[in-house]
Nanobody, 120 residues
């Protein structure tokens, strides 16, 4: 089994910063993409940022210039530094990882989600 454990969510005022962390553990052979998604009430889950094992990154237009995704491949951990937060960033943030198990089969895994609330 593989587990993704997220941390770092919370309540912050507009203009503030938060840093999310997500650590993958368990039966892992390798990890390709890791990323962050978010889902606000009444809305679909959307990609916020993603990073490949090689370091290529992708961001939603709404967070470019404010959020930064980074990884520590040795620790199977991905981070999301969120600056200049806006009330519209309020959502549950989910970590996602594309994991190769020892069986050499790829699986997608999700974290349990962490709440980010930005007050105006």
């Amino acid at each position: 089994q593989v587990q993704l454990v997220e941390s770092g969510g919370g309540l912050v005022q507009a203009g503030g910063s938060l840093r999310l962390s997500c650590a993958a553990s368990g039966s892992i052979f390798s990890i390709n993409a890791m990323g962050w998604y978010r889902q606000a009430p009444g809305k679909q889950r959307e990609l916020v940022a993603s990073s490949t094992a090689g370091g290529s990154t992708n961001y939603a237009d709404s967070v470019k210039g404010r959020f930064t995704i980074s990884r520590d491949n040795a620790k199977n951990t991905v981070y999301l530094q969120m600056n200049s937060l806006k009330p519209e960033d309020t959502a549950v943030y989910y970590c996602n990882a594309n994991v190769m198990r020892p069986s050499l089969t790829w699986y997608d895994y999700w974290g349990q989600g962490t709440q980010v609330t930005v007050s105006s």
